[in-house]
């Protein structure tokens, strides 16, 4: 069976500052890897994902996640946080089922201060 | 393109009711899939339509079930409601493989009381 474990369940960090919410998997098979975001009162939404190739995957506001085997790992990380970074941030991994299952962590609340 | 849709937003039932939520996918998705989202147990799949037909089924007991419809809108139900029921139900919508980016509804918050 698959699993997702979200290491920290909350990151306080002051603006500006820089961040990373951990995220480990275990799977038997090939998998695919999430990162998804959620605002206050509000659906998921994807930030990142990483399919094949490339290690290092990387969103259009600043986000990054590194793929690593070896590790069984999919850390996402940014270098400077803003304000509007607030959100809960859910790491998941694909079903090893055929369809669209996605099997989550327990998420990361990031809270940004200034 | 207008986004996932779920009807109706907010519910409050009492135990022992029956439920019936809604979603309604962007248009071209053929897959649905739904979750249930809670303080304690985080998100777990519920299950996933694809083209009218059920392809995947999380761990929930029978009381929970679904359908989806030609059109590709996607209803779920709870019968015998129960405490532990209250929670927020997200559906998602995609065009159906591992790969494709699955795109969330705004949830329907159900209060079981």
């Known amino acids: 069976a698959q699993s997702v474990t979200q290491l920290d369940s909350q990151v306080p960090v002051f603006e500006e500052a820089p961040v990373e919410l951990r995220c480990n998997y275990s799977?038997?098979?090939?998998?695919?890897l999430f990162w998804y975001v959620q605002y206050p009162n509000q659906g998921l939404q994807l930030l990142l994902k990483?399919?094949?190739?490339?290690?290092l995957v990387e969103s259009i506001n600043g986000f990054e996640a590194e793929f690593n085997k070896s590790q069984t790992s999919f850390h996402l990380r940014k270098p400077s946080v803003h304000i509007s970074d607030t959100a809960e941030y859910f790491c998941a991994v694909s079903g090893d089922q055929a369809g669209t299952a996605l099997i989550f962590g327990k998420g990361t609340t990031l809270s940004v201060s200034s | 393109k207008a986004g996932v849709t779920q009807t109706p937003r907010y519910l409050i039932k009492t135990r022992g009711q029956q439920v019936t939520l809604s979603c309604s996918p962007i248009?071209?998705?053929?897959?649905v899939s739904w979750y249930q989202q809670t303080p304690g147990q985080g998100l777990q799949f519920l299950f996933e339509y694809f083209s009218e037909t059920q392809r995947n089924k999380g761990n929930f007991p029978g009381r929970f079930s679904g359908r989806q419809f030609s059109n590709s809108r996607s209803e779920m139900n709870v019968s015998t409601l129960e405490l532990g029921d209250s929670a927020l139900y997200l559906c998602?919508?995609?065009?159906?493989?591992?790969?494709?980016?699955?795109?969330f509804g705004p949830g329907t918050r159900l209060t079981v009381l």
């Open positions: 990483y399919l094949s190739g490339s290690t």
């Open positions: 248009s071209g998705h053929r897959s």
């Open positions: 998602a919508s995609s065009l159906g493989n591992q790969v494709d980016t699955q795109y």
């Open positions: 799977s038997s098979v090939s998998v695919y």
